[in-house]
Each structure stands twice: as C-alpha cells, then as structure tokens.
C-alpha cells in the first residue's frame, strides 16, 4: 500500500488512506468467516431476530455469545468479530434485518461496558444456576428418601447448561416484565399528575380572567346603579308633586 507523503522531507503519514482501511476491513471479515464459518453473517442474524428475540436478547451474554467471566479485551474483540458479521454493510441483500441485529449486537456490548449493568446481568445467571442446583438437590433427596438411584438427567453437563439456560432465559423475562410494568404505572402517574396540573393551570386561569372581566367592568355597574338610583328618586318626587296637587274631594251635602 502506498503512504500518503508528507509535505516536506518525504516521510510517510502516520495516518493510512481509506484503501488502507478497508483492505484491513476486509482482511478481519475473512479472518471471522473463517473462524467462525458455522456461524454465518446470515446464520447470525437469523439467531438474533429469531421469534422470541425480544426476550432472547435481553441477556446479554447471550446475544453476544460470550462467557459472563469473560475479560473485557476478549468482550471488545468478540464484539467487533460479530458487529462485523452482521453489520449493514456487509449484509447489502439484507440491509434491514442487519441493521436489527447489528442495534441489538451494539445494545449488549454497551451494557456490558457499565459495571452495574454488567452485574446485574451476572446476578440474574447467578440466581439461574443456583435455581437449578437447589432443583437437583432436591431430585436427589426424594430420589434417596424412595430408596432409588440419584442419578438425575442433569448429571449430563450438556442437559444442566440447558436447564440454566432456560431458567436465566425466564428469569430475564421475569424482569423485563416487571419493569414494563413500573414503566406503565409511572407513565400513567405522570399523565394523572400532568392533567391535574393542567386543570389547576385552567382553574386558575379562569380565575385571573372573571377577576378581570369583573375589575373592568366595576365602573359601569356602579355608573348603572347610580343611574337606577337616580330614576327610582326622581319618580319618587313626581309622585308625591302630583300628590299634592290633587284636589280635595269634595263632600256632599245630606239633605234633610
């Protein structure tokens, strides 16, 4: 590959051209698609929008197949082995389900990166194993209390891998759910304390404007009812002017 030159003295730039980076592109997809040929780019985004994904890829581990006491330098090659796998890019006939797959690869690798998320995680695979150990414990005590052979189909180390898994699997599930619940009840909270603050704001608002309308129009209700005032006594005075002008009535006389 050639260099870019530097302006003066000919040296080589420290910084490759885009050829560069892309023949080095290039060269890591070969390299994963070799190591990983059962698992290919197609292979993988099928496992990763398979049904059930949504709850499937809520451990993350698991969507980046990857052991929990796995350091984080073997956490970011093995991340950027399968974001490449199934990135946009390199998935042109099936850009939309890459993409899918690429966001739910990205998700896990970014929660795995905060400590606390990242134990979480482990606690919940923890509590799974330990499930599944208290379980066959408990086959074998019944076992031994009947007086038959302990063996149990989970000695098989194949068969108790799969019992943890399913068992983490629903317990992840389990938490999914419940906070999807929290969510639901806090967003219908927020929504009753929002109308309510809004018909307090509405309330108050009416308020402010009948003290105003009722500030404005003082002037002429007090002019209207001295006006009315005013009337009342006027026609109290020509009633009692024509009451003095009456006539006196006049008597008749009796005769005798």
Known sequence: MVHQMAAAGGEPSAKPDSD?????FYTEVKQIEKRDSVLTSKQQIDRLLRPGASYFNLNPFEVLQIDPEATDEELKKRFR???????PDKNQD???????????VDKA??????PEQKKRAVDVIQAGREYVEHMVKEKKKQLKKDGKDQTVEEDDPEVFRQEVYKRTMKLFAELEIKRKEREAKDMHERKRAREEEIETAEKA????????????????RVDSWRTFQAKGKSKSKAKEKRSFLKPPKVK?????
């Open 94 to 104: 099936d850009q939309d389900r890459a993409q899918q797959a690429f966001e739910a």
């Open 20 to 24: 560069d980076l892309f023949q080095t």
């Open 81 to 87: 082995a399968l974001s490449i796998l199934v990135h």
């Open 252 to 256: 008749m006389e009796q005769r005798e």
């Open 205 to 220: 608002k009416r308020e402010r404007e009948w003290q105003k309308n009722f500030e404005e129009t003082r002037d002429g």
């Open 109 to 114: 690798y970014k929660l795995l990166l905060e």
